[in-house]
């Protein structure tokens, strides 16, 4: 479990890192230039991330179940992470009207596949994974709507894309579901 904790502040602690000490990245953007910081940002991120993904699958063999999921919430999991899928793929189409009324589709699609992972996993590893990632998304999210708000940002966007958006994530969610989940995380999200 040391592994996963670790990951996490690594990997959470550097996407914070312009919530919580906007200033210190500003310093360090003054004094490494912007590709030195994203250079710096990237590798402790990406570090982050291999040591909690190695520290989940370790931790996964030999963890206390906390809870026992009721029937049906793989169900409601599988729902939620199309939704999610929705929205993390608005993040990246440009005038999407999705992108302009949310504002941070990316923090919103954590919160909904983080959600949607924590009712359909009873385990400690799992609870901690998907908790941490609820709570630094929830709170990134707040942040960052409350910036958007005192900046006066105004985004525009257009139907047109919310089309292209969700055919663009329901071609990635039934490659990722039916097909890399088991091979990157192990499980077979549907148990086919």
Known sequence: MTLLIVGLILFLGMHSVYMLAPS??????????????KGLYALIALVGFVLLVLGYADARASTTLVWLPPSGMAHLTALLTLVAFIFLIATYI?????????????????????????????????????????????????????????????RVG??????????????????????????LIGVKPFGM
Not at 112 to 133: D, K, Y
Not at 164 to 169: D, H, K, L, M, R
């Open 24 to 37: 210190v990245r500003l310093q360090l953007i003054s004094k490494l230039g912007p590709q030195g910081w």
């Open 94 to 154: 440009p005038g999407s009207k999705l992108k302009a009324k949310v504002g941070h589709p990316m923090l919103l699609a954590t919160k909904i596949w983080a959600l949607a992972h924590l009712v359909s996993n009873g385990t400690l590893v799992a609870m901690i994974l998907f908790a941490s990632f609820l709570i630094w998304a929830v709170a990134g999210f707040a942040v960052s709507r409350r910036k958007d708000r005192a900046e006066g940002v105004q």
């Open 158 to 183: 257009y139907w047109s894309r919310d089309a292209i958006t969700v055919v663009i994530a329901l071609v990635g969610y039934w490659l990722f579901a039916f097909h890399l989940h088991e091979l």
